[in-house]
Structures are given as C-alpha cells and as structure tokens.
C-alpha cells in the first residue's frame, strides 16, 4: 500500500461516508480533487508544500477512495459539484481556492460556474471539460461493454495504462501499481470508476449536457484560473486547452515540459512553486518557468 503521511478524517456527507486529509492550520483554504478513478493519494507529493501557506483540504469523492460508493447514484459534475460544495460547507469553508486534476478539473469548472462567489482561485491540472475532445481510452471506456474490459485486465496491462499517464515510466513504482490495481478491482469502485464516466462522456466525446453545463459556459467564469498542462499529455487533448484559454477573462496557461497526464506527481517540485505562487498572488512568480505560455 502507499504510504499515507497524513490521517484519514471522515464526515458524513448526507448518507455518504466520505473521506477527507486536512494539512495546515493557517492561511487560505484550499480544495484538492482528484481525477477518475483516484482518491487523495493522487496529491501526497504535494499537500506538505501546499500546507505551509494554505488550509489544504484533499476529498475523495463520490465513489472513489474510501469514501462511500453508492451504484446508483448521480455522477454527473453538477451532481459532484454539489457534493463538494456540501463538503466545503460541513468544513465551514464559505471561500476557497479549488485544484483539480483531469476529471476532478471538471468537477472545479462545474462548480466554479455554479458557485461563482465561493472560489477565490481555480487551478486546472490536464483538466477534463474544457473542450469536447477526449482520448481515445476514455471513449472506448465509455463503451457499454467496457466494465467487463476493465474487470479482465491483468496486472501487467493496468502497469502499462498507469504507466502510459507519465512521461518518464521510471517514477512509476510496483507499490504504486499494486495499490490502484487493487483498487480497480474492487467491484464498487469500478463499477463507479465506469459510472462516472459514461455519465459525462460517450464514444464521440463529452456529453451535451457536459458541453451545455460547462464548455459553453467558460465565458462565465470569475475566478483566476492557472492551467497546468503536461507538454507530452496524450490523455487530454491539449486543443481542447488553446480554444478554452480564447474563452476564460482570466486565465493563465503553463506547460510543464517532458510531462505527461500527471504534473502534480511527476514534476512535483515545479508544481507546488507554481501552484503556490498563483494562490499567493505572486504573478512575477509564475514568470519563472520555462514553460510558461502567456495569452
């Protein structure tokens, strides 16, 4: 199993047992949600940095991690919007910022749009739902036979897709393979991993109503928003970032070289410096990286 350095908390959200970090007692508040699939560990390079400025708050969400995993709950983002934000609310957080990564970046849009006066800050980490493109894995996950596909996999095969997430295969160690194997092959939680995917996206991409409650709705938004990109990132198709960063008044987009689908892990240094200037205000901070791609 992965190491967690920090103790498992839990609130009941509605009928939901719901699994939560808490680092740092002072400064802002700050919300980390992970992509599809994950859990809290997705940040565990990340929380002790973050932490020295920041009340960080990590959540696995609806399905995921330990928290509860209901089979015929509501997956959609505006669903899992209003999750955290009932989260947030049982944490008494009337301001935050928000990070997400991949999926859990279209649960932050989401709930940027819906809850504009709550988000101080959003940070997109290779986030979902910023355009209608998606990857040809997840379109082929979103398949209606693909539950079984997953359910077949070998150890060997998940390695490969785990591994596939990274530029450098090297980072990827067995523990963590064996740890989100496990976890994949837990009934509930693929059957919820699936769930959430086939609700918000098909074989041709994003659903409407994803596009309708998000993408066609960027304009809206309020927040500054820094999105982190992995320049080698093949799961999300950076298109989608160059026609968003058009749509979003405030946005900032920095590309992370000789990286892939996970920055926050995989160049972790680089991340916190960058994650932790933006919160901070320090916009002269963010013009240290090389990767750095101003509108």
Not at 193 to 204: H, P
Not at 218 to 246: C, F, S
Request: proline share 3%; net charge positive.
């Amino acid at each position: 199993m992965i190491a967690t350095p920090w103790p498992d908390r839990f609130v009941d959200i509605g009928d939901l047992r719901t699994r939560f970090w808490q680092a740092g007692g002072a400064g802002e508040a700050v919300i980390f949600i992970h992509g599809l699939g994950g859990s809290v560990e997705q940040w565990s390079a990340n929380v002790d940095a973050l932490s020295r400025t920041h009340r960080v708050f990590c959540l696995d969400m609806i399905g995921c991690g330990k928290t509860d995993k209901p089979a015929h709950d509501d997956y959609s983002l505006e669903s899992l919007a209003r999750f955290l934000d009932r989260f947030a609310v049982s944490q008494g957080m009337e301001t935050f910022s928000l990070v997400g990564l991949s999926m859990g970046g279209g649960v932050c849009l989401r709930y940027a749009l819906d809850y504009p006066s709550k988000v101080r800050n959003l940070v997109l980490v290779g986030s979902a739902a910023l355009g209608p493109r998606m990857a040809l894995v997840f379109r082929i996950l979103a398949l209606p036979f693909a539950e079984r596909i997953v359910s077949l996999l070998s150890r060997r095969q998940f390695a490969s897709y785990v591994r596939s997430m990274v530029y450098d295969h090297g980072v990827v160690t067995d523990e963590m393979v064996d740890f989100y194997y496990h976890n994949i092959n837990e009934r509930d939680a693929r059957h919820a991993f699936i769930r959430t995917l086939t609700t918000n996206c098909g074989f041709c991409g994003l659903r409407k109503e994803v596009r309708d409650g998000v993408i066609s709705r960027l304009g809206q938004l309020k927040a500054p928003t820094l999105v982190i990109w992995g320049r080698q990132d093949k799961h999300m198709p950076v298109a989608n970032v160059h026609e968003a960063m058009k749509k979003i008044a405030n946005a900032r987009l920095v590309f992370v070289d000789k990286c892939a689908h996970n920055p926050q892990f995989e160049h972790h240094e680089e991340f916190n410096r960058l994650v932790t200037a933006f919160l901070s205000g320090d916009a002269p901070g963010l013009s240290a990286f090389a990767g750095d791609a101003r509108r």
